[in-house]
């Protein structure tokens, strides 16, 4: 079984490039995130022709999340208990599905924008609720997605570049280290360890030939589905050629 993450920035501008990797790759499940489409908008006509069906929560241009499997898309779920409003709605962040019998969530974690802005206090409250809900998650369930946090000083090109930022601040760092605490574990970190290992490359300044990226997609496993875990990778050929999205997918093989 394999599966994967991709923040792809705009599925009807890159649905081409998707579903292109998807067959390439061998792709059982695809969580997505930016969609940037409501759901009338997703061209989910491509997804079927390769024997995807496709859950998709988008509400405008901004946001939206998405699930493809070719292995059976059961039980969808959109977002999950507590999950915080933002200006008194429930925005498309979230949207889980047992696909061949895992549990699988596309999560598009709330950006924080600056330390001093509400969005920021929303991120931390948005973290907290998705851990205390998952939590009581039954099964192999992964937590996949865009989760705008760099966990250590190596997963962005210069920790002093992003002093006072987002995305590195240690109460950030702190609700991402509480879902290794809860017993989800990073378990694409082991098969790409080290230094200078990125998911996301700013389009501006030429972050991406210049090696100047940050890690901030993850897929978090539980117990059961970690155990399963045989290969992980970060496709970052998938950040070159024509119209890329700025992140990389990120994918996992599980026996």
Request: hydrophobic share 40%; net charge negative.
């Amino acid at each position: 079984m394999r599966v994967a993450t991709w923040n792809v920035n705009s599925i009807r501008t890159r649905v081409d490039r998707v579903t292109d990797w998807l067959a390439r790759a061998d792709v059982d499940v695809l969580a997505m995130q930016e969609t940037k489409c409501t759901d009338a908008q997703f061209p989910s006509m491509p997804f079927a022709a390769l024997g995807y069906e496709v859950a998709h929560i988008g509400l405008n241009q901004w946001n939206g999340v998405a699930i493809a499997s070719r292995i059976g898309l059961d039980d969808v779920e959109i977002g999950f208990p507590g999950q915080p409003l933002w200006d008194g709605l429930a925005e498309a962040r979230a949207i889980g599905a047992t696909c061949g019998g895992v549990r699988l969530w596309s999560l598009y974690i709330p950006n924080g924008r600056t330390l001093a802005d509400k969005h920021y206090t929303y991120k931390l409250e948005w973290l907290e609720a998705l851990r205390v809900s998952s939590a009581v998650w039954p099964g192999p369930v992964a937590l996949m997605g865009d989760w705008n946090i760099a966990p250590t000083d190596e997963d962005v090109w210069d920790p002093a570049f992003f002093e006072g930022a987002t995305h590195v601040s240690e109460p950030e760092r702190a609700a991402f280290r509480a879902f290794n605490d809860a017993g989800f574990a990073d378990v694409v970190r082991p098969y790409t360890p080290g230094p200078g290992v990125y998911t996301y490359w700013d389009y501006t300044q030429l972050r991406f030939p210049k090696k100047q990226g940050m890690r901030i997609d993850f897929i978090l496993g539980s117990p059961e589905f970690a155990a399963r875990v045989t290969h992980a990778e970060i496709v970052r050929e998938e950040r070159k050629g024509k119209q890329p999205s700025d992140h990389a997918p990120v994918l996992v093989e599980l026996t």
